[in-house]
């Protein structure tokens, strides 16, 4: 398949994974776990729990594979416009169904690459209360397997020179699960069943969420 011209492009993704590492290493002490539980080459769909503004620069960092994640469009102001698109980050308007970011964040599936996707479409509490029906559209419509990933540590305290960020130095746990399929092996993509599949992605994700904290002594 030819990407087409504008679409999030692969090489950009893998320079963008370049400066999450440096960035994130540089000013944390992630602690990755799991990782060998993404699948080292085809499609797949990071789901992402949310409560802080590093969640998404963490996980390009300590991800095994560069990632393309949907991101709102109002973090596209400014130089950081063309900074994101460059390292192959979506634009997606949340309060419509933006068939430009659909269509790219397909793309990006159908090339086999990897698309991270916030469930809760928010920032939040990040214990995946409320999911969008996003995530199980891309996931049925695609046939991606979806890994659940739970950022933990990135909110228990504020730095001492910029409050808004974790302390600098200060440990983010990034957890890793057990890929799994969305849809129920029927093909179908109607309401009825992205709904079902909605319900069956929200149980897996808390019940990793839940582990992932059992498991690093996080609350």
Do not use: C
């Not at 992630?30 to 729990?49: D, E, F």
């Not at 695609?142 to 990933?149: E, K, L, R, T």
């Not at 319900?199 to 059992?214: G, K, S």
């Amino acid at each position: 398949m030819t990407r087409a011209t504008g679409s999030p492009s692969p090489r950009g993704a893998a320079v963008g994974r370049g400066i999450g590492i440096g960035l994130m290493y540089g000013l944390w002490k992630p602690r990755v776990l799991g990782a060998w539980r993404v699948p080292a080459s085809g499609p797949v769909i990071l789901a992402v729990n949310h409560s802080h503004n590093i969640d998404g620069p963490m996980l390009m960092g300590t991800a095994p594979r560069p990632v393309h994640f949907l991101i709102k469009k109002e973090a596209f102001v400014g130089p950081l416009d063309p900074f994101l698109r460059g390292i192959g980050q979506l634009k997606v308007d949340r309060t419509t169904a933006d068939r430009t970011a659909i269509t790219d964040a397909l793309g990006v599936l159908e090339t086999g690459g990897v698309l991270g996707i916030f469930p809760e479409g928010t920032r939040g509490e990040g214990d995946f209360a409320s999911l969008r029906a996003g995530l199980a559209y891309f996931a049925v419509r695609s046939g991606a397997p979806i890994v659940p990933v739970a950022v933990l540590g990135s909110t228990e305290r504020r730095g001492r020179l910029v409050s808004a960020l974790p302390p600098l130095r200060s440990r983010v746990d990034v957890v890793f699960g057990d890929a799994f399929e969305a849809g129920d092996g029927s093909g179908r993509r109607t309401r009825k069943a992205l709904d079902e599949a909605t319900v069956r992605i929200q149980a897996r994700l808390t019940a990793h969420l839940d582990e992932a904290r059992r498991f690093t002594g996080r609350r």
